[in-house]
Nanobody
């Protein structure tokens, strides 16, 4: 059985940084794209960033592409989201995602496994 566990969310002031981690057990991440989505109340879950099986990163939100960075460590079966220069608009529940294939997509329908979600709150 695949388990996906996130950590690293919390409360931070505007301009601060956070790093989210996501570790999978029961499955090997190496062949698959992995990434991050986020969701705020009343809105659909949106793709933030993805990194494909070869390590190529794609950003789906223009406002984060110079501030956020997704990386993966296949030896540890873990992915990371480094978030810098956070602002209140980044407040959301962040979900890590393991895709069904090696390529990236902004669609949640392409995701095979989800983390439990972690709250990120940025105060002004």
């Amino acid at each position: 059985q695949v388990q996906v566990v996130e950590s690293g969310g919390g409360l931070v002031q505007a301009g601060g940084s956070l790093r989210l981690s996501c570790t999978a057990s029961g499955a090997t991440l190496a062949p698959y794209a992995v990434g991050w989505f986020r969701q705020t109340p009343g809105k659909e879950r949106e793709g933030v960033q993805c990194i494909n099986w070869a390590g190529r990163q794609t950003s789906y939100v223009d406002s984060v592409k110079d501030r956020f960075s997704t990386s993966r460590d296949n030896r540890k079966n873990t992915l990371y989201l480094q978030m810098n220069s956070l602002n209140p608009e980044d407040t959301a529940v962040y979900y890590c995602a393991i895709y069904s294939f090696g390529g990236c997509s902004p669609s949640s329908t392409s995701v095979n496994y989800w983390g439990q979600g972690t709250q990120v709150t940025v105060s002004s």
